[in-house]
């Protein structure tokens, strides 16, 4: 049996990449007033990978590189007045209340009464913490993990933090780039759980369809289920 | 003697406040090119404040609310050219290497001879992370606690994961309001170690003077003499 269950929580529990959308929506309305001859979408993704490494993940770095983009790609005509209504946006994204996805909470509480839970999430420290604490799930969680980068390495250090070793550590998330492939690196197990709405810089990698420590849920109600499963097969 | 010692980081150990310095004279800079009839210092640093509860603290918050005040003050004609001399300061501020203060190295490696150590910072995850990295300290430190905010619940927090008493702790750290005054408030130690840049909202408290449990350095030379002073003390 897994000693310890680690769960993602941006868009596997709770409402997250529809707040980016919407951002993004709100940009491309803004910009349609302005001349522009590139092609915004890619414009805008690259430069977001590109800040990636200066700003980390969070809502903030997402609107400061619409804001820089939207200088770029209107030859800087974009107004004082646009700007601020892309700074308003971000701080409707950091107030939001957490939305939590169908049968987030009813898995949450199901896991816990036979696994120690640790939340492990990335990006905003103070945005992560607000949203942890509104979601109304903190309590199940012995541990809760916002971390800057998922990597292996990370990862690691949680599990012994928890005092146990990868083969009893099992992951369950809806990003293949940060909950699966790093905790099937380690030899840790990793239930994939997608979303429709993920960002594609999430997605890019293939599914790890030939590890036996690696299982997909179609949805959270199919989680439970498939730990038992994976649980019997590390007998 | 203190079992564990915590020691804050920004204008502690190394320098912090004063980009956020540079940063604001840039902005006085940029807004000199626009008619502003309002006191610009006191519309900013309450912006800023008012800010703090939705971005937290951190470089992009504080680039965020500046080019919020900039929106403002010049009734919505700062231009998107200058919006992004604000962002390339952000991006400055983020990448800009540690600049350890003088005897910082010293104090963190004599300190460690004797007393297991804990960094505790608040702010950007990500930021404060590269920080410690980029600082050649890390390796002094059991821990690295980087929070939202320093409260006493925080602190209490830190100590029992530290699996000690709050009265075997002692923090060392740069502002009243961060480091020194939640930790006596849970009956911990503290030494107070001024430093010439610190944000005037980090010191508007009053020096605890009548409290036993505190004193205050001159310098970082001067901590371990004191730390020698309060352990004779709660003998």
Redesign the interface.
Same mark, same amino acid.
């Given at each position: 049996m897994f000693k310890v269950i680690g769960l993602d929580a941006d868009d596997t529990l709770w409402e997250n990449e529809i707040f980016y959308r919407r951002g993004r929506k709100l940009f491309n309305h803004l910009l349609s007033s302005y001349p522009v001859d590139v092609d915004v979408e890619t414009f805008v993704h690259n430069l977001e990978i590109q800040n990636l490494d200066?700003? +980390?993940y969070g809502a !903030? +770095?997402f /609107? #400061?590189s619409l *804001? &820089?983009a !939207?200088?770029a790609l209107?030859k800087? $005509?974009? @107004?004082?007045?646009d700007? /601020?209504r892309l *700074?308003d946006h #971000?701080?409707v994204m #950091? @107030?939001t209340k957490v939305q939590l996805l169908e049968g987030a909470s009813g898995l949450v509480a199901t896991l816990a009464e036979m696994h120690r839970l640790v939340l492990i999430t990335k990006g905003? #420290? $103070?945005?992560q $913490?607000l949203k942890v604490d509104d979601s109304g799930l903190a309590g199940y969680f012995e541990r809760v993990e916002? /971390?800057? &980068?998922k990597s292996p390495d990370v990862y690691s250090r949680i599990i012994a933090d928890c005092g146990i070793d990868p083969g009893d550590f099992l992951m369950v998330g809806n990003s293949l780039r940060s909950d699966i492939l790093p905790v099937l690196e380690i030899d840790a197990w990793a239930i994939y759980v997608p979303n429709e709405l993920t960002w594609s810089h999430e997605t890019l990698e293939d599914l790890p369809l030939h590890e036996p420590r690696f299982a997909e849920a179609a949805t959270l109600n199919d989680v439970p289920g498939l730990v038992e499963a994976l649980e019997a097969q590390d007998e």
């Open positions: 200066t700003y +980390g !903030a +770095g /609107v #400061l *804001i &820089e !939207a200088d209107t800087s $005509r974009f @107004s004082s007045q700007t /601020v *700074i #971000l701080k #950091l @107030s905003d #420290l $103070r945005h $913490r916002i /971390v800057s &980068e």
